[in-house]
């Protein structure tokens, strides 16, 4: 794996915790999209560019760009060179302040309240006009978290999760608030792929009880109560993100 030493802005080393160096690169990279005006369809610098730019090698910059086109940021077209890509999602537009960056905490924090709002309305409308499959699938797609979590499969849990919150929000039949929470869950993937380097599992357990009591109140109908057990769900992952950081920060 390669790597690179972090270095504060006097050049000094970072005493910070290990990071590889195509993610600190795809840090950068998309700082210099946002910094430079780029916009959706335009042509970036090129490997050999962004490696002087960065100070780094060519590989770390075409890992940290297989990161990127894997996100949706940036499209390498062969022949042609490297793009910023084409990204529809309402939170990816200039109209909600252009480049998310998926490792500024306080953009981080941002999304989760932002989430927070979301996730509470779409489990409210759910709870009063969710079909029995829509209640159904947010079922099974809860049962999914619960064995993936039992039986230590995460590819299983996170698909659960996509499922069941996604479920909600079919079920809300708000087309908006199912577009919202598509793409609010999409960015906060970008921050852990970067930023974190997978999903936390910290959570997990809770998580399930979580969706569980979720669940629960909207198949009984109680607006109130979803909205408060979907509020609460948010409140934990957020405490459960902080907790993640703070011990990687500090050990």
């Known amino acids: 794996m390669v790597s690179v030493t972090s270095h504060d802005e006097d050049g000094a080393q970072s005493a910070g915790p ?13 700082e210099l999209i946002a910094g430079a005006g780029l916009r959706p369809g335009d042509r970036m610098p090129t490997e050999n560019e962004l490696a002087a730019r960065l ?50 905490l306080d953009h981080v924090y941002m999304l989760f309240e932002f989430r927070r709002i979301q996730e509470a309305e779409a489990a409210r409308c759910a709870a ?15 049962d999914l978290c619960r064995e993936g979590h039992a039986t230590g499969r995460t590819e299983l849990f996170d ?49 399930v009880a979580e969706h569980a009591a979720i669940y629960r109140a909207i198949r009984d109908g109680d607006a109130d109560a979803a909205a408060r057990a979907a509020a609460v769900h948010m409140d934990n992952t957020l405490e459960d993100y902080r907790r993640e950081i703070q011990r990687r920060l500090f050990g």
């Not at 290990?18 to 998309?30: D, F, K, V």
């Not at 029995?132 to 079922?139: F, K, S």
């Open 18 to 30: 290990y990071r590889p160096g195509y993610e600190l690169a795809a840090e950068r990279i998309l």
């Open 55 to 104: 100070g780094t090698s060519r590989t770390v910059v075409r890992e940290a760009v297989k990161i990127l086109s894997a996100l949706g940021r940036v499209s390498a077209q062969k022949g042609r060179g490297l793009y910023v890509a084409d990204d529809e999602g309402m939170l990816g537009s200039a109209g909600w302040g252009g480049f998310f960056l998926p490792t500024d």
């Open 128 to 142: 009063t006009r969710a079909t029995p499959a829509e209640l159904h699938a947010i079922e099974a797609a809860a």
């Open 159 to 207: 698909r659960g999760d996509d499922d069941f919150h996604l479920g909600i929000a079919a079920a809300s039949h708000n087309a908006f608030l199912v577009a919202a929470v598509r793409e609010a869950r999409r960015l906060q993937r970008q921050s852990s792929i970067i930023g974190l380097q997978g999903t936390l599992g910290g959570h997990a357990e809770e998580a």
